[in-house]
C-alpha cells in the first residue's frame, strides 16, 4: 500500500471501516504502521452500512426483515 501510494504520489489512503472481522483486523494491523510511514489512513462507511449494521446481529433473517425499510 504504501508503496502504490508513493507511486501516485498521495499521501492519504482512504479504506472502507468494515466493523468486524478479519478485514477490520487487518486494517487496525495496517494504520499505524502506514501512519508511520507518513501516510494518513482516512476510514469511510458507507450511509448505508451504517443504517443497517445495528440490524446485523442476530443472524440473516432479522436482516431480511429490516431490508425494506433500509431500501431507498
Request: charged share 20%; aromatic share 10%; hydrophobic share 45%.
Given at each position: 500500500v504504501a508503496d502504490a501510494a508513493a507511486a501516485a504520489g498521495t499521501?492519504?489512503?482512504v479504506v472502507i471501516?468494515?466493523?468486524v472481522g478479519p478485514g477490520a483486523d487487518a486494517i487496525?494491523?495496517?494504520k499505524p504502521l502506514l501512519e508511520n510511514?507518513?501516510?494518513e489512513v482516512v476510514l469511510?462507511?458507507?450511509?448505508e452500512d451504517t443504517a443497517a449494521w445495528p440490524h446485523a446481529d442476530k443472524g440473516?433473517?432479522?436482516m431480511k426483515k429490516a431490508i425494506p425499510k433500509l431500501m431507498p
Open positions: 499521501r492519504t489512503v471501516a468494515p466493523p487496525a494491523t495496517a510511514l507518513g501516510l469511510v462507511r458507507r450511509t440473516f433473517f432479522k
